[in-house]
């Protein structure tokens, strides 16, 4: 709501300068967004006097003058109109004046005579259409004053943020009652009684409303004989201050009282309306089953059946409370003006106008609720108004279907509860001096107030509007600052809470940084990654996405972490070991809301830093990203964990597993595949996983018992076992756990060793196609200190069962 | 010469080899030729036995005397021949201490968790509990309850992500679906009312999605922290005091607070917080707008008519609510100029914080 300070003048003597007036309103819950001053553009032009004025020597058709400007000494202009003589007042540009059409004011010579300033006409000010000659001011225009200023061209605009519950305050009236409340000064309401004569209105026009619920009341006005032309320059400054753009006196009266009391208008050309019984016929309905209007901006739109609309007997000839129709319009040609001043129900509007994308002042102003006690004060002053400036008459009296007027709502404000909501001591009639200053009507009762409503403020309906009313103009900043004093409560995080604190920390401290993306998926994701979802699941799919990109949501983090990869390696950083811990989502028929799962995903590529004096860089692979995700499952105390080696199509074939926990799938391991790095534009080796926080967090113990420290020290035997190449070192050690008794400790893998595929026969060290995998084996006990005598046998037996089980040899 | 003449003379030989020693090696085969099993002053000390008996006293303790004085020497020789020993080492093992260090950097949480955790922390601090709820809601949790009528703006479909519905129903709504990507995280509100009686103190941090354009000052897709108290006795000077905790705490004592009246339709009466501009102090510059306040946050006591959707007696229970955005509380606080960059994965970017 653009508010202009000089009109606002008119309806409130504001004892504030702008700063505190914006701050006082700031603080009652009127945000000031943006604080213009208008009338710059006339910088630098002044009021002058002609002293004396000569014919030039050099050209008959311009005078030298010397112009009185209110400076010391009086300046020498060069002029070509001649409508004017010495004596007159008349604006002048100064040098350095920029003039609305762009043209700035230099010293000329002109003709040989120096010019140093520019006396103006109407259009090269732009506050009138007439460039015949000067502006002649008023013999009393005060000499060197700022013609901005002297013209009334000067003006601040406050941008009012208006939240949505206050309709009121979208008009010039209504702000200076807000304004008269929060800083207790009175304010005048503009009225108008209009000067009638002729045939009456009611003989002219008929009105009919078929459903009250969505038109609360409906007035017609007719104004005979106008002349329809440009609005005098008073009008158009009010209304183009509002925001508004001229366009006929007819029309500018109707937008001139939508500013100035918040009750939109709309004038059909009386004419063109249908008539009925021998009257114009207005209609108020909903539309019929495939009927057309032809709107204001010229389109042709086709009807919903619950959109309200303005019929004549011959069909809709407006929509209510959004826009006129073409066919009705105001024209140069119109005579006779019926004039709308209605009240049409909110969700209707806003349906409308929402559904045909069409949002007017008007509209803006329905959907949040029209006094309907305004329509015909609006009504009375708009008619009026429009007699005057158009030279119409106005017929008697006013035609008004108001079905059924509101009964004003008394709300009991209890004094008591006022304190005990707002925690400060609010004294009655402290509430009430405020209330009764917000338009409100009061009456003692035994315990506060009965309070009387008014209808323009349809957001205030229960004592808690009424209690948010004194507390916002009494002063939030007055209450006194407390805590809650409960007493039965306990801040804490849930066990699931800290586990996912433990997921991330884990990863942290594994090298990986926390990234947040997108939940959003591109539904090509599927075919890139080559994902299968499970059997009934389908991704969730949003009706109205941003973007073919985001139009799923996402099922996997594999397709969000390859974007980051493929975002960083476009800008130069190839080492990327980040995490993400967020929900996936997948839904089914028949499902309303889709599953979410909550997912912990990573992605290492590059290595974890760059090379260094002391250190190479290692390139990151299948490892460096199951060592983290042992890393989290060493935090979450998760010891039964397997990778069993799977296929996945988004993973190299060879290079991917299955994680599973306790006989389930909890997630996934591997590089991935060439083809799926393709298709995001990033380069490998990449490591992606991704495993379910939940089973995780099930089948982990992050609050696990104490376990004793070793007090005895451990036998360590080395062995070095041939295998065939499709022996894994899983097997091998599950074969060693189970054959190596309550002795067997621990068993570390520390060296894997093949023959080069191009060594010679000689130099070969292992038979073809095996390998050797050399292990470090603790043997201990909680009881003693183990001799080599207790532990060879076991350690002997051990190696037995761990050959035959496997097909292994022990390597000279 | 007597033995007691040979005692000394080994002495004096024993301790010249002593001071001659200039390793510890040698040293050690000093040791080993006179205290050895085989050494020279063994051998008179084992002869000791053939003495009489008057000369064994007297020549018995010369010789003790001899071997502990030898003894002696030798570990003062030994201590000095290690501390030269180790000071030559040191010397070998300087180092350049300006060369770099190895550096393992532990991962870093995201910019916006460190934010969340440092408010779930301080509120956690005041008595609080964390709560979570879905992402993709019903309307009748993140509109209808918290009092939005049926034709607010804010649920149209410029505004609001919808999901397809595969339920069957049709929507009472937006005409094709009730599900949608909850817009606020004040429908976990709603969800914690319907499972818990007061007194309720929660902390919902989460995602949140509106249908903007990803630039420097929106994003689809940000994160929101819900608080929401229930209790006999809150008011709304309860709500004044936690928040002004509250933004001291996150941005520092020396900022100002203020509470402005607004309208949330799920709050009466409701307000914007604003903080005092941390770069001119609430004088106003440019990147406060020229206003010296910073909004950060809404509030209000909770409407009665949420209570209602969820049996809460309005009349014995009074409430508050708030809600803030991480992403635009961490840009303000460490200056981020495009929130884009909360999102996009740049590695140099996660580094920094």
Same mark, same amino acid.
């Given at each position: 709501m653009r508010v202009s300070l000089k009109w606002l003048s008119e309806l409130i003597d504001v004892d504030l300068n702008v700063a505190a007036l914006c701050d006082r309103l700031d603080m009652t819950g009127t945000k000031v967004e943006a604080v213009h001053a208008t &009338? !710059? !553009?006339?910088? &630098?032009v002044v009021v002058g006097q002609v002293l004396v004025k000569e014919p030039h020597p050099e050209a008959d058709k311009l005078s030298y003058c010397t112009v009185d400007v209110g400076t010391d000494e009086p300046c020498s202009i060069v002029c070509g109109a001649s409508n004017f003589k010495a004596g007159d007042k008349i604006p002048v540009a100064l040098i350095g004046a920029t003039l609305p059409n762009g043209m700035t004011i230099k010293r000329v010579k002109l003709r040989g005579l120096v010019s140093v300033g520019m006396m103006c006409s109407p259009t090269e000010l732009a506050v009138g259409g007439d460039a015949s000659g000067l502006l002649i001011l008023p013999g009393d225009a005060p000499v060197g004053v700022p013609f901005g200023s002297y013209y009334g061209l000067s003006d601040t605009i406050i941008e009012l943020e208006v939240t949505p519950n206050r309709p009121d305050c979208l008009s010039m009236a209504g702000v200076a009652r807000e304004i008269g409340a929060v800083t207790g000064r009175p304010f005048r309401t503009p009225a108008s009684v209009p000067d009638e004569d002729g045939t009456p209105a009611a003989d002219l026009v008929s009105v009919r409303i078929e459903d009250p619920a969505l038109c609360l009341r409906y007035t017609a006005r007719i104004i005979r004989g106008v002349k329809v032309g440009p609005s005098p320059e008073w009008l158009v400054q009010r209304i183009t201050a509002a925001g508004a753009r001229p366009i006929n006196n007819v029309v500018d009266v109707t937008n001139y009282i939508l500013y100035e009391l918040g009750q939109p208008l709309h004038a059909f050309d009386l004419a063109t309306v249908g008539m009925a019984e021998g009257k114009s016929a207005i209609i108020v309905r909903t539309a019929r089953e495939g009927e057309r209007l032809t709107t204001l901006d010229g389109q042709e739109r086709v009807l919903a059946t619950d959109t309200l609309v303005i019929a004549d007997p011959d069909g809709p000839v407006a929509l209510a409370g959004v826009m006129g129709g073409e066919a009705t319009e105001v024209s140069e040609k119109t005579v006779d003006v019926l004039l709308e001043s209605a009240c049409f129900d909110t969700s209707t509007t806003s349906r409308t106008s929402r559904r045909l994308g069409l949002i007017s002042e008007a509209s803006l102003r329905f959907e949040r609720g029209v006094d309907p006690e305004l329509a015909t004060r609006a009504a009375d002053r708009a008619a009026q108004l429009l007699a005057e400036v158009s030279g119409g008459t106005v017929a008697p009296g006013i035609v008004d279907v108001y079905p059924a007027p509101p009964v004003p709502l008394v709300l009991r404000l209890r004094g008591d509860r006022l304190r005990e909501i707002v925690g400060a001591q609010i004294a009655d009639d402290e509430a009430a001096t405020i209330l009764s200053a917000l338009g409100m009507g009061l009456v003692p009762a035994e315990d506060g107030f009965d309070v009387t409503v008014p209808t323009f403020r349809p957001d205030v309906e229960r004592e808690i509007d009424l209690i948010e009313e004194v507390v916002r103009v009494w002063g939030m900043e007055r209450v006194p600052s407390t805590f809650p004093g409960g007493r039965e409560r306990v801040g804490a995080l849930t066990i699931a809470q800290r586990r996912d604190l433990v997921v991330g920390r884990a990863l942290r401290a594994a090298g990986l940084d926390e990234h947040i993306g997108y939940a959003f998926a591109d539904p090509r994701d599927m075919e890139r990654l080559g994902w299968e979802l499970g059997p009934d699941e389908v991704p969730v799919e949003l009706i109205n996405p941003m973007s073919e990109e985001q139009a799923v949501m996402r099922w996997t983090l594999a397709a969000g972490l390859l974007r980051v990869v493929s975002h960083n390696q476009r800008r130069g950083v190839s080492d990327v070991h980040i995490y993400e811990l967020g929900n996936v989502f997948v839904t089914a028929a028949g499902r309303k809301q889709p599953k979410e799962r909550l997912m912990a995903g990573g992605v290492l590529t590059g290595a974890w830093q760059r090379p260094a004096w002391n250190e190479s860089a290692r390139p990151l692979d299948f490892f460096d990203g199951k060592g983290a995700v042992e890393v989290l499952f060493a935090e979450l105390g998760l010891d039964k964990v397997t990778f069993r080696a799977s296929e996945h199509p988004w993973l190299q074939s060879g290079r991917s597993a299955d994680v599973i926990v306790r006989g389930d799938v909890v997630g996934w391991i591997g590089e991935v595949a060439p083809q799926v790095l393709d298709a995001y534009g990033a380069t490998g080796p990449v490591t992606l996983f991704e495993l379910g926080v939940k089973p995780l967090g099930k089948a982990g113990n992050v609050e696990r018992g104490y376990a004793e420290i070793p007090r005895y020290p451990a036998v360590n035997l080395d062995i070095a076992l041939v295998v065939e190449e499709s022996v894994t070192a899983g097997q091998l050690m599950q074969a060693m756990a189970s054959a190596g008794g309550k002795l067997l400790d621990d068993v570390r893998l520390f060296d894997v060793y093949r023959d080069p595929d191009d060594a010679s026969a000689e130099q070969r060290r292992l038979p073809v196609g095996k390998k050797s995998l050399a292990f470090s084996l603790s043997y201990r006990s909680n009881e003693r200190t183990l001799t080599d005598e207790d532990v060879r046998p076991v350690h002997e037996k051990l190696v037995v069962k761990v050959c035959r089980a496997t097909g292994g040899e022990i390597r000279g | 010469m007597g033995i007691a003449e040979e005692l000394s003379a080994l002495r004096s030989k024993a301790l010249a080899a002593v001071e001659m020693a200039d390793s510890l090696d040698t040293l050690e085969s000093v040791r080993i030729a006179y205290l050895g099993k085989k050494g020279s002053l063994t051998a008179v000390l084992r002869g000791l036995g053939a003495l009489s008996a008057e000369e064994r006293p007297v020549v018995g303790q010369l010789s003790n005397e001899v071997r502990a004085t030898v003894e002696a020497a030798l570990a003062d020789k030994r201590r000095s021949l290690q501390a030269t020993a180790r000071a030559s080492r040191i010397a070998a093992e300087v180092v350049d201490v300006t060369l770099p260090g190895r550096v393992r950097m532990p991962g870093k949480s995201h910019v916006i968790h460190q934010v969340v955790d440092e408010i779930v922390e301080t509120f956690v601090g005041l008595g609080y509990q964390v709560a979570e709820g879905p992402e993709v809601e019903l309307d009748y949790y993140n509109f209808t309850a918290l009092n939005h009528p049926p034709d607010h703006p804010a649920r149209a479909l410029q505004d609001t992500f919808y999901v397809r519905d595969l339920s069957g129903e049709r929507a009472v709504v937006e005409g094709e679906s009730d599900v949608l990507l909850r817009t606020h995280t004040s429908p976990v509100q709603v969800h914690i009312m319907e499972t818990q009686k007061p007194p309720i103190y929660v902390l919902a941090p989460g995602k949140v999605f509106r249908r903007d354009v990803a630039d420097p000052s929106h994003l689809p897709q940000f994160t929101q922290i819900e608080g929401l108290v229930v209790d006999e006795g809150i008011t709304f000077g309860d709500l004044k005091g936690t928040l002004e905790h509250f933004v001291k705490r996150m941005f520092g004592e020396d900022r100002r607070v203020r509470l402005r009246p607004h309208f949330f339709p799920f709050t009466e009466p409701s307000a914007e917080v604003d903080v005092s501009c941390g770069i001119c102090g609430g004088e106003g510059c440019r990147s406060c707008g020229g206003e010296g306040w910073l909004e950060i946050l809404g509030c209000g006591m909770v409407d009665p008519k949420v209570f209602g959707h969820v049996g809460i007696d309005p009349e014995r229970y009074t409430g508050f609510a708030f809600g803030m955005g991480a992403e635009r509380i961490a840009a303000l606080k460490y200056g981020i100029p495009d929130l884009r960059l909360f999102i996009e994965g740049d590695t140099r970017f996660l580094h920094q914080f």
């Open positions: &009338g !710059a !553009a006339l910088d &630098g | -």
